[in-house]
């Protein structure tokens, strides 16, 4: 009788361990089924493949996790511009300029997009100044350009420090020079920290759109666009969006005509 009831005992000691252990291994491959480098370096092997949709999916698993990324944003653009699906590889391409604005390689595949699209917009004509303000304030990402601030900010301090323990004219130029280029970053970086927190864009996702003069259906169209161009929101009025184009054209059209950058 003792020995029947060690034998169960046993028994369900083994099965007991094998559901722990299978448990483990199954939590392990959740756990780097949800890795968000590992699913990225997945995505990139399906791209890689020409499994396009397959990679699509998976870097937009990244996204839904709230990691946002400009190579994720720029590696599934350029997913949607293999499948031929021009506004989203243009809405994707805009979101990673948010974090690798510059970058020749993004830039590039811009271009390449807006060949491929309907529309094509001539900006109104600006001042010089104004054109090269625009420029300047966006070589660096608003990400890298806090960073400089920081570190600029840092070195200036750190010379001040040195200035008034020693008292050097060397530290002294330095300090100026500095100063300087800390308030030059800083003045751009608020610039675009302005122009984020104000401004914002959208891309025509649908493949024409019809733009009218007022929030409403009986609206008189003013002018139509298509897939892939980009346009300014203004403002929002109940499910209508008020947006303008760069030649200067305002209307209205819905709001699930686009998709905000």
């Given at each position: 009788m003792i020995l029947k009831k060690n034998n169960v005992t046993g028994m369900v000691l083994?099965?007991?361990?094998?559901?722990?252990?299978?448990?483990?291994?199954?939590?392990?491959?959740?756990?780097?089924?949800?890795?968000?480098?590992?699913?990225?370096?997945?995505?990139?092997?399906?791209?890689?493949?020409?499994?396009?949709?397959?990679?699509?999916?998976?870097?937009s698993k990244i996204l839904e996790q709230g990691i946002e990324s400009g190579e994720v944003y720029f590696n599934l653009g350029n997913a949607y511009y293999k499948t031929n699906n021009m506004g989203r590889a243009i809405l994707y391409y805009e979101k990673a300029r948010k974090f690798i604005e510059g970058d020749p390689a993004l830039e590039q595949n811009l271009k390449l997009t807006h060949i491929k699209i309907v529309d094509k917009i001539e900006p109104i004509p600006e001042l010089f100044i104004v054109e090269w303000?625009?420029?300047?304030?966006?070589?660096?990402?608003?990400?890298?350009?806090?960073?400089?601030?920081?570190?600029?900010?840092?070195?200036?301090?750190?010379?001040?420090?040195?200035?008034?323990?020693?008292?050097?004219?060397?530290?002294?130029?330095?300090?100026?020079?500095?100063?300087?280029?800390?308030?030059?970053?800083?003045?751009?970086?608020?610039?675009?920290?302005?122009?984020?927190?104000?401004?914002?864009?959208?891309?025509?996702?649908?493949?024409?759109?019809?733009?009218?003069?007022?929030?409403?259906?009986s609206g008189t169209e003013v002018f139509i666009l298509h897939e892939g161009t980009k346009v300014k929101v203004n403002r929002i009025l109940n499910d209508w969006l008020e947006i303008s184009i760069p030649d200067g054209k305002t209307g209205w059209l819905r709001e699930t005509s686009l998709e905000v950058i």
């Open positions: 083994k099965i007991t361990m094998w559901v722990v252990f299978f448990l483990f291994v199954l939590g392990i491959e959740v756990l780097l089924a949800q890795n968000p480098d590992n699913r990225f370096i997945e995505a990139n092997q399906a791209y890689a493949e020409g499994d396009y949709q397959n990679a699509i999916e998976l870097y303000w625009s420029k300047l304030t966006h070589v660096f990402s608003l990400e890298t350009l806090l960073w400089l601030s920081f570190s600029i900010f840092s070195i200036l301090i750190t010379f001040i420090i040195l200035q008034i323990l020693f008292t050097r004219q060397f530290f002294r130029r330095i300090i100026w020079a500095t100063t300087v280029l800390f308030v030059l970053i800083f003045v751009i970086t608020i610039s675009q920290i302005y122009e984020f927190e104000t401004w914002q864009f959208g891309v025509i996702l649908e493949e024409k759109v019809s733009v009218v003069s007022e929030p409403s259906i």
